[in-house]
């Protein structure tokens, strides 16, 4: 079964509006990975967590440091240029391989 | 610092033929990853190595693909008699223990 469930599936977003992302794990995860996929296919990565929480610009990101559960990502003041499909990936505890979720798909509209 | 570069970027086939993609991971990386993205999914494991050891290919399709990674640095993956459904983008990945994960641009392939 999945690992990663990722949600919601797909969001619009008007410009300067803000909105979360969240991916939830089936089990313990070590560390988890967000990323943004453009339009040439390219996997950019956002976030590398191994808990507590980063932030860059307009984006923040938390692991859950307790249960290592779930994370979010946050979008402050959406601009047009963060369309995309944004994808998490949870390493689990103990491995190396790292679980995809499904993807949200983001549109920013003027 | 080099990225990981991957080669072929494009590739079109028809079915039965073979294929075979490059990765060459960012220097002192010991852990790489290969990935299959079919169009709208997400990526999904198909083998990874530590050093030239292979650690899981367990959802690698053994009959037709193989990976190798003989010196522990470039791995190639190989498709043979290629089919309809192995059309996708093989996403090559690589990091180090602990630390974030990089991708290459990816080697899109159609098979006709």
């Known amino acids: 079964g999945d690992q990663v469930e990722q949600s919601p599936s797909a969001l619009s977003l008007h410009e300067g509006t803000d909105s979360a992302l969240r991916c939830n794990f089936t089990?313990?995860?070590?560390?988890v990975q967000w990323f943004r996929q453009n339009s040439r296919g390219s996997l950019i990565s956002l976030f590398y967590l191994a808990s507590g929480t980063k932030e860059n610009g307009r984006l923040k990101s938390a692991f859950d440091s307790k249960e290592r559960r779930y994370s979010t990502l946050h979008i402050r003041d959406a601009q047009l240029e963060d369309s995309g499909t944004y994808f998490c990936a949870a390493e689990a505890a103990g491995y190396q391989n790292f679980y995809f979720g499904k993807g949200t798909s983001l549109t920013v509209i003027p | 610092e080099a990225g990981v570069t991957q080669s072929p970027r494009y590739a079109v086939l028809q079915e039965g033929q073979a294929v075979s993609f490059w990765c060459d991971p960012i220097s002192g990386h010991d852990t790489l990853y290969w990935y299959q993205q079919p169009r709208d999914q997400g990526p999904q494991l198909l083998v990874y190595f530590r050093d030239e050891a292979v650690i899981d290919n367990s959802q690698l399709p053994s009959d037709r693909f193989s990976a190798v990674r003989p010196k522990g640095t470039n791995s190639t993956l190989k498709i043979q008699s290629a089919k309809q459904g192995d059309t996708a983008t093989y996403l090559c990945a690589s990091h180090r223990v602990g630390n974030t994960l990089y991708f290459g641009e990816g080697s899109r392939l159609i098979v006709v």
């Open positions: 089990t313990t995860m070590r560390s």
